[in-house]
């Protein structure tokens, strides 16, 4: 069974920082075949997309509001994605989750549970 697992949220004050982690289990192929993206969700507000990486390592996107703040990497060796989020604000406070997604078949789509992550002024 595939798992993605979120880890690395919490309470920070604003200009702190945090790095997320999503480590995959389960997955049918091989961590390095999938495109694997960060979002968010926060109370009453629809679910969006905050950085992605592709399969090929090229370079990332980012929401417009964290570029520059925050940083999406991945270690294939270690099957994880990583969100670096630096100088947070607290309209960054937002459940955060993880998405994987085979670039070849994309049916093959998985989610994390999500971390939580609040920023206080």
Same mark, same amino acid.
């Not at 996107?61 to 999406?72: A, E």
């Given at each position: 069974?595939?798992?993605?697992?979120?880890?690395?949220?919490?309470?920070?004050?604003?200009?702190?920082?945090?790095?997320?982690?999503?480590?995959?289990?389960?997955?049918?192929?091989?961590?390095?075949?999938?495109?694997?993206?960060?979002?968010?969700?926060?109370?009453? /507000?629809?679910?969006?997309?905050?950085?992605?990486?592709?399969?090929?390592?090229?370079?990332?996107?980012? /929401?417009?509001?964290?570029?520059?703040?925050?940083?999406?990497?991945?270690?294939?060796?270690?099957?994880?994605? !990583?969100?670096?989020?630096?100088?947070?604000?607290?309209?960054?406070?937002?459940?955060?989750?993880?998405?994987?997604?085979?670039?070849?078949? /994309?049916?093959?789509? !998985?989610?994390?549970?999500?971390?939580?992550?609040?920023?206080?002024?």
């Amino acid at each position: 069974q595939v798992q993605l697992v979120e880890s690395g949220g919490g309470l920070v004050q604003a200009g702190g920082s945090l790095r997320l982690s999503c480590a995959a289990t389960g997955l049918t192929f091989r961590f390095s075949n999938y495109n694997l993206n960060w979002y968010r969700q926060a109370p009453g /507000k629809e679910r969006e997309l905050v950085a992605g990486i592709s399969s090929t390592g090229g370079t990332p996107n980012y /929401k417009d509001s964290v570029q520059g703040r925050f940083t999406i990497s991945r270690d294939n060796a270690r099957n994880t994605v !990583y969100l670096q989020m630096n100088n947070l604000k607290p309209e960054d406070t937002a459940v955060y989750y993880c998405n994987a997604q085979y670039w070849r078949v /994309k049916n093959y789509d !998985y989610w994390g549970q999500g971390t939580q992550v609040t920023v206080s002024s």
